[in-house]
């Protein structure tokens, strides 16, 4: 597992100096990160787990682990962005975890919109962005990602990206990518999460079905993101935009 000279040596790889908390089991990640974040907790504070309890994914679902068997951590982050854009955060993770685990394994996983890590059609990993608002502004959004190095049992649709990655290996590799593109949260960051995320999606180019939260569903082709992160599809009767939700690929015929 990781330990905080873990935690502390992965950020100074970037550089910066943050407060860790290293925990060999907790109920989730992103839950004690949300609250260092509403203790007033700097940017960079990284917590990290051998295993969750109370493993959480998007819209209520829950994310099963291998106690020690994954990398799992969550970063404070406190971006001068507009609410609207921190979905854009999302996808980098996602973008820069991808291209960390090519990097560290040689595997070629690929994003699906919104949040899931794909290997050969397994999920092998996913993240979950939570925010906290103040005065109408991000007060503080919080990263959780969450990358499965043995399969759980039992889970299906579930894959791992191998059991000998080394956790550390793979969260210096991530947070050297990340760091260097997150930067400063500026105009240009959705055109740079843009270039990191394109090459490695799995969805644009695809036929999706599209259901959002409101109950609304539209078929079309994926063929780029917005400056909010909403997918954009080309529909029959036009441009449609989607910004919460799950998106199934189709096949070709469908």
Partial sequence: MLTDDDLRGALG?????????AEEVTGSTNALAVALANDDSPEWTLVSAAHQTEGRGRVGRTWTDVP????????VLRPALPP???GLLSLLAGACMADAIRDVTGR?????????????????????LES??????????????GVNLEAPDGIEGA?????????????????????????????????????????VSSTIGQVVRARTLDGKETT???????????????????????????????????
């Fill in 68 to 75: 020690d068997g994954a990398l799992l951590f969550s970063l």
């Fill in 108 to 128: 070629r996983v690929s994003c699906k919109w919104p949040n899931d890590i794909l290997l050969d059609g397994a999920k092998v990993g996913g993240i979950l």
């Fill in 159 to 199: 894959g791992a990206i191998g059991d000998r990655t080394g956790q550390r290996e793979l969260l210096v590799a991530f947070l050297k990518r990340f760091a260097s593109v997150y930067g400063a949260a500026d105009a240009s960051l959705p055109e740079r999460v843009r270039h990191e995320w394109l090459p």
């Fill in 84 to 86: 609207a854009r921190a």
């Fill in 220 to 254: 079309g082709r994926a063929v780029g993101i917005d400056d909010f992160g909403s997918l954009q599809l080309s529909t029959d009767s036009g441009e449609a935009r989607v910004g919460f939700g799950d998106v199934e690929h189709l096949r070709p015929s469908a």
């Fill in 132 to 145: 906290g608002m103040e005065d109408g502004a991000l007060r503080y959004v919080v990263v959780g990602v």
């Fill in 13 to 21: 790889a970037i550089p910066v100096a943050a407060p860790v908390r």
